[in-house]
């Protein structure tokens, strides 16, 4: 079969996370980049990362490469040059993404133009019909991204992001990105031997990964549909085979073991409850109403793992919130391992523990810092 050139694209600090998945799912040639991973693999292989990849966020389909892009002209002649014909017919709707930078186009929307005029004309002439621009709810989206004068075409195979796993209904104030929490969640090193508790579970989408991860269930289970099922080469067989292989992997949780979440909110315990339910998790999630500041560490060996409000939408005292989270975690948490991610640097000053490790991120634009906190019961030893 043909070997595609792949790009899945991720967050700032998830590349090593998204490469080490990419080698455990069978792709061939990983090459680490910014924001984004490159790899090989055939049409299976673009289906089963796109039904099974945690933390990416788009798996792009290489299908042409460019140098010395300096004018529209140029762009103009290398699309209309392609065969359109060979990804889309006439009467299929199509958009187009402008990513990356370059110094030669000032504006992405006029490279957009461009870009449709050049695909437009070639079915024109051809069939003396034009295809549709459609932003919303295209059947083929082209994503033209740009390194200065180099010029990468490449098609999406997902369509909506890959977090849209399906199974969020219900969301508070600023939920957490799902490939966000399944990257904290890999860079924690969690396994199934310990309990895991999320003391401000909010929507419950970090337990709900980590199960799902865990359990080695695909990110995409609960997905309506990716963009590769509207593609003129779409292999519905195929595609139901690398569901069935992928679904015969599922493993279950360790004996006894539990993932915990606790808010304080009735709201937000009622939605986290119905995410949990909508992923089918129930038998492996508790979510209960509970004050992290009142709480106690589990008998059992139990991670935290959770993203503190931060956000000025939540009204909070960020000092005094913070401070009383380090009060909680050091007196009530003994012996326990503790992961914040916190997107107010300012606020990890308050929390008064050394963190033992600090990891950065970007929550969407805003920097971040995943912080572990290990917790003695007493000074710490030394050796």
């Known amino acids: 079969m043909t070997n595609y050139h792949l790009v899945a694209t991720t ?6 996370v998204l490469a080490d998945e990419l080698l455990q799912l069978g792709a061939r040639n990983i090459q680490k ?17 796109n039904y099974n990849l945690h933390t990416a966020l788009r798996i792009l389909t290489e299908i042409k490469n460019a140098r010395k892009i300096f004018k529209a002209e140029h762009l103009y002649r290398i699309i209309y040059q392609m065969d359109w014909s060979a990804y889309m017919d006439v009467k299929d709707r199509f958009r187009i993404d402008v990513t990356g ?52 075409i490449l098609l999406d195979s997902s369509g909506e992001p ?34 895991l508790l999320d003391p401000m579970c909010g929507s419950g989408t970090i337990l709900i990964e980590a199960a799902m991860m865990q359990m080695r ?39 006894g073991i539990k993932l915990i979440g606790y808010d304080k909110e009735p709201s937000a315990v009622a939605k986290a409850q119905q995410n949990v339910k ?15 500041f009142k709480s106690v560490r589990p008998d059992k060996p139990t991670m935290l793992l959770f993203n503190p409000p931060y956000d000025e939408r939540l009204s909070i005292d960020v000092q005094n919130f913070y401070n009383q989270i380090g009060n909680t975690l050091k ?47 007493g000074s710490k030893k030394r050796n």
């Not at 967050?11 to 090593?16: A, H, M, N, P």
């Not at 980049?33 to 990362?49: E, P, T």
């Not at 504006?107 to 919303?136: G, S």
Request: proline residues 3%; positive net charge; glycine residues 6%.
């Open 162 to 195: 890959l977090h849209k796993r399906g199974y969020r209904t219900a969301t508070n104030i600023a939920p957490l990105n799902e490939v966000l929490a399944a990257g904290i969640i890999a860079l924690s090193g969690w396994h199934d031997n310990q309990n």
């Open 101 to 152: 930078q370059t110094k030669y186009f000032d504006n992405t929307r006029f490279i957009a133009l461009k870009a449709k005029d050049a695909i437009v004309d070639q079915f024109r002439e051809k069939h003396n019909v034009r295809p549709n621009i459609d932003l919303k709810n295209p059947d083929l989206r082209i994503v033209l991204h740009f390194a200065d004068d180099k010029l990468n």
């Open 217 to 255: 269930i695909p990110a995409g289970i609960n997905r309506r549909e990716f963009a590769f099922e509207k593609w003129k080469n779409f292999d519905s067989n195929l595609f139901e085979i690398i569901k069935e292989s992928s679904l015969n992997k599922i493993q279950e949780l360790h004996d």
């Open 331 to 377: 007196h009530h948490y003994p012996d326990t391992t503790a992961w914040m991610l916190v997107g107010n640097l300012q606020a990890l000053k308050y929390v008064g523990l050394r963190p033992s490790r600090k990891i950065k991120l970007f929550n969407g634009k805003l920097e971040a810092r995943l912080a572990k906190y290990e917790l003695y019961a």
């Open 33 to 49: 980049g910014n924001r984004s991973v490159r790899f090989q693999g055939d049409l299976g292989f673009m289906y089963k990362a």
């Open 11 to 16: 967050f700032y600090g998830l590349e090593d």
């Open 278 to 292: 909508n992923a089918n998790l129930e038998a492996f999630i508790s979510i209960k109403q509970a004050d992290f």
